[in-house]
């Protein structure tokens, strides 16, 4: 059972899990917004300060914008800071973003890059602490309590997913099950075996999950599971719907990236399903207008930019993530803004033919649809000079070739009524195409 709450978020009418209650939330999550935009100006003040004073790409650029440290007075001057970009973190390869000496960098990661050097960010033994207990934070507001045990399917190593998540497990005091991803037949496995109570994955690897479950006879809402916190890639409510109803699970969505810390920036509250609250104690957000770099007021779409408040070895200010959203008042933490379920960044818009689509788009219409699969792929190619776009998806295993054959007109009419493009759709035998471990990669560009 689903019904769509006011914000539009389809949540499930029945929690699986409880809403922490006030007396266990942190202190901070408590604050009111004026308590909360005290603490933030002292936090960013002292950022700026330390940032300004220990990395020279900081010293140059605030230099150059004619900004002192001493200048930032409101929470609104932060406008006045030049931005950060991953282009700085990859001109500064490896470490020359750091602000802190390296005896006291404690652990670092790095992104792989599509393209490209990756970049390298460092944490000291306070950062791994305070990300600890906001992951600690995102996990308790999912409804994760100590005694529960927990299936940790986000990849261990440089990503900070699996070790992120591991420390907040841990933190909370519940039980650890490092699993980190692929190998998927033995997660399926052990979560038969162990009854883990939730599992931390991307949204496209528990669909994976979920299918390796059924291939092994096993009926994936028959599981011990009970909540899975998803994150790391975008995903639509209409995904969440789908992982609810297949495994009878609350599904919560954890936000974050590495250079802002990793997963943890921000995550929703089981009871509301609206959105990632941003922990705002530890992260300043803003968004902007993607092309003029002007601040937006809350509520309008742009690109969300981060500068951190409390980070040691790595502090960020102005960092564009290229994610876009907006900010919203906060729900089931009041004090503290949302952002809108992110179901796109900027690097992921395909433009065709003058107009924008995201992959998620696609999700959307596909999942209302029930003879297809949420499996598919984008296939970008060019003959001539027109740039053609077509959808490889799987129908339902269970659609006969005739309903399949129905469902792919009816993608195709609906995407050129919603979105207004035309594409190609073409079946593909269930079960071939390739399946996530992680991030799903879902868009190829076969141009020239
Ligand atoms: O993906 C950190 C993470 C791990 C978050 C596990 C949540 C769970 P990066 O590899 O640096 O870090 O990728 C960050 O992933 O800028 C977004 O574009 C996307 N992303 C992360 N979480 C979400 C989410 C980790 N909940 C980039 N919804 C970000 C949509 C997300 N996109």
Redesign the pocket.
């Known amino acids: 059972m689903t019904t769509t709450n006011p914000n539009g978020a389809i949540v499930a009418a029945r929690m699986r899990v409880a809403a922490t209650p006030v007396e266990e939330r942190d202190p901070e999550e408590r604050l009111d917004r004026a308590d909360l935009e005290a603490l933030q100006l002292e936090r960013l003040q002292q950022t700026v300060h330390h940032a300004y004073a220990n990395v020279p790409l900081y010293t140059a650029r605030l230099d150059a914008a004619g900004v002192a440290p001493a200048d930032i007075r409101t929470l609104a001057d932060v406008a006045r800071l030049p931005f950060t970009t991953k282009a700085d973190l990859r001109d500064t390869y490896p470490f020359g973003m750091f602000a802190v000496p390296m005896d006291q960098v404690a652990r670092i990661h790095a992104?792989s890059g599509t393209t490209g050097k990756p970049t390298v960010v460092g944490y000291t033994a306070g950062d791994l602490e305070r990300w600890g207990d906001l992951v600690a934070r995102s996990l308790r507001a999912a409804g994760i309590r100590r005694g529960m045990k927990v299936h940790n399917a986000?990849g261990y190593g440089l990503?900070?997913?699996g070790l992120?998540?591991h420390a907040g497990i841990e933190r909370l005091g519940a039980t650890v099950i490092p699993m980190s991803g692929g190998q998927t037949a033995r997660q399926a496995q052990l979560i038969c075996d162990f009854e883990p109570d939730a599992i931390l994955c991307t949204p496209s690897y528990l669909l994976t999950i979920a299918d390796a479950l059924e291939a092994a006879g096993v009926d994936p809402r028959s599981t011990s599971l009970k909540v899975a916190v998803l994150?790391?890639?975008?995903?639509t409510n209409e995904m969440r719907r789908e992982l609810e109803e297949r495994l009878d699970i609350d599904a919560v969505?954890?936000?974050?990236?590495?250079?802002v810390m990793?997963?943890g920036v921000g995550s929703e509250c089981v009871e509301t399903k609206d959105g990632?609250h941003i922990w705002e104690d530890h992260f300043l957000p803003e968004i902007i207008d993607s092309e003029t770099g002007a601040p937006l007021p809350d509520g309008e779409m742009g690109e969300l930019v981060f500068t951190s408040l409390t980070k040691e070895a790595f502090p960020v200010l102005r960092y564009r993530?290229?994610?876009l959203t907006r900010l919203l008042p906060g729900s089931g933490r009041t004090g503290m803004r949302r952002i809108e379920k992110?179901t796109g960044?900027n690097d992921d818009m395909i433009i065709l033919r003058g107009v924008n689509l995201f992959p998620t788009q696609i999700e959307e219409i596909a999942l209302g649809i029930a003879d297809l699969s949420p499996h598919f792929v984008l296939e970008l190619t060019r003959s001539g000079r027109m740039d053609a776009l077509t959808v490889g998806i799987e129908p339902h295993p269970d659609a006969s070739a005739a309903a399949a054959a129905d469902a792919a007109d009816l993608l195709r009419a609906q995407v050129k009524e919603r979105i207004g493009t035309s594409v190609d759709v073409r079946l593909i035998e269930p079960g071939h195409l390739p399946r996530s471990e992680g991030k799903l990669k879902r868009v190829y560009d076969l141009r020239d």
Not at 231 to 235: F, K, N, Q, T
Not at 253 to 259: F, K, Q
């Open positions: 992104s986000y990503f900070t997913g992120g998540a994150g790391a890639e975008p995903w969505d954890i936000y974050g990236l590495s250079e990793g997963p990632p993530t290229r994610d992110i960044r």
